[in-house]
């Protein structure tokens, strides 16, 4: 396609006039297979009004443990299946926003304010939705330094300037604040063929970001760097996408990235310990794909881990204990790979699970 603006007008006819709902997709990138989720997380999901989770089309779960009480903001939340849910577990004087340009989409959504503010028990909605461009927040009359969390579900794929986005995140974060969002990645450089396709532009393909390219504009824009949380493969079946896709492979991965204060507390390595106190996470918390912190446990952690930790928005929920050298620590390793994480699985025979809930997998 020949610019932004057209990318946008494409994707606003796709989300808002050729999809009516998640069977209309013609891929699997979005809503890719779910995986058995905790209670707590299922439970929300399942309060959601049916004709809302019918028009999900996300790839990820972007329910992060530690959402009680928290100003959460969606981008591109859609007819609003996670911000329904959100709300339920930010609770009462908790406060959730959803942004999405596509006007059909903003009215599904607020078409069900009342119902879940009824079915929750609030006095008052506690979530809100605000049509604007996520690369525009300020323009949509988002604040800055105001939100706890940002989210997104297969969203920044379809937007032609990720780095804009990723910018705007970073100014509405709080200090310590993260953004965890799913999304789709590719291991190669796309063809102009590719690029300009614009049902695979829809369908969260033609936009995916290289996963390595993420890495390089968090750090220009200011974030640590991302933490992969979970990753799975997309499987791209319709013979004509696959003569135009060639090789190229394409994954959905959650990525957890925080907005440290100016001036970070130094920690050196050392022992941790979760307090378990998280709801719906009381017997572990996980940081990444492969760091799970058992409540009660010490765990030793590099410096780098444990200054990200103790200065974001999770810090209290965590013990350290600065009497252990750095020696013992493990550090998590810069720049994963996520299709070698998710070939390692396979070579070793592991059912592959996607962080990820489509309306019939697991809800
Ligand atoms: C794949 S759907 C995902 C919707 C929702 N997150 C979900 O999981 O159901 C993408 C959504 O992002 C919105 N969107 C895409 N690009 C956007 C942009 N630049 N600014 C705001 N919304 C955008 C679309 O209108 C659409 O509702």
């Not at 891929?27 to 959601?48: D, F, M, R, W």
């Not at 809100?128 to 461009?133: H, K, N, T």
């Not at 135009?244 to 920690?267: H, I, M, N, Q, W």
């Not at 010490?298 to 350290?320: A, D, K």
Request: contains cysteine; negative net charge; proline residues 4%.
């Amino acid at each position: 396609m020949a610019d932004s603006a057209e990318v946008l007008e494409n994707v606003k006819d796709y989300y808002g006039k050729v999809l009516q709902s998640t069977s209309d997709l013609k891929t699997q990138a979005c809503v890719t297979p779910g995986k058995a989720l905790n209670e707590y997380v299922k439970n929300a999901i399942s309060e959601v009004h049916p004709e809302v989770s019918a028009r999900y089309y996300g790839c990820g779960l972007v329910i992060p443990p530690g959402v009680h009480g928290a100003r959460v903001l969606d981008l591109g939340s859609g007819s609003g299946r996670d911000c329904y849910a959100l709300s339920k577990l930010v609770g009462k004087d908790g406060e959730m926003v959803g942004v999405d340009m596509t006007s059909e989409q903003i009215e599904v959504a607020n078409q069900y304010i009342e119902h879940h503010t009824a079915k929750f028990g609030y006095d008052k909605p506690n979530v809100s939705f605000v049509q604007g461009y996520i690369d525009k927040l300020s323009e949509a009359g988002l604040q800055s330094d105001y939100f706890d969390i940002v989210v997104s579900n297969c969203v920044i794929n379809l937007t032609p300037d990720k780095k804009a986005v990723l910018s705007e995140v970073h100014k509405v974060l709080k200090p310590g604040g993260e953004l965890y969002f799913s999304d789709v990645y590719t291991d190669t450089e796309l063809s102009d063929e590719v690029r300009k396709d614009k049902v695979l532009w829809g369908e969260c393909i033609s936009g995916a970001l290289h996963w390595n390219t993420l890495h390089s504009l968090a750090k220009e824009v200011g974030f640590t760097k991302p933490y992969l949380v979970s990753c799975s493969p997309i499987n791209i079946d319709r013979e004509d996408f696959k003569q135009v896709l060639g090789d190229a492979k394409f994954c959905s991965a959650t990525y957890r990235l925080f907005k440290l204060p100016e001036k970070p507390r130094k920690v050196g390595g050392g022992k941790i310990i979760y307090n378990g106190e998280i709801a719906g996470h009381e017997e572990s918390f996980q940081f990444d794909h492969k760091t799970e912190l058992a409540a009660g446990t010490p765990v030793c952690l590099s410096g780098e881990v444990l200054t990200v930790i103790s200065n974001s928005r999770l810090g209290e929920e965590f013990q350290l204990d600065p009497g252990v050298k750095e020696v013992c620590c493990v550090k998590i390793s810069e720049g994963v790979d996520p299709f070698l994480v998710i070939g390692e699985k396979e070579s070793r025979g592991e059912k592959i699970e996607a962080a990820c809930c489509g309306p019939s997998a697991c809800c």
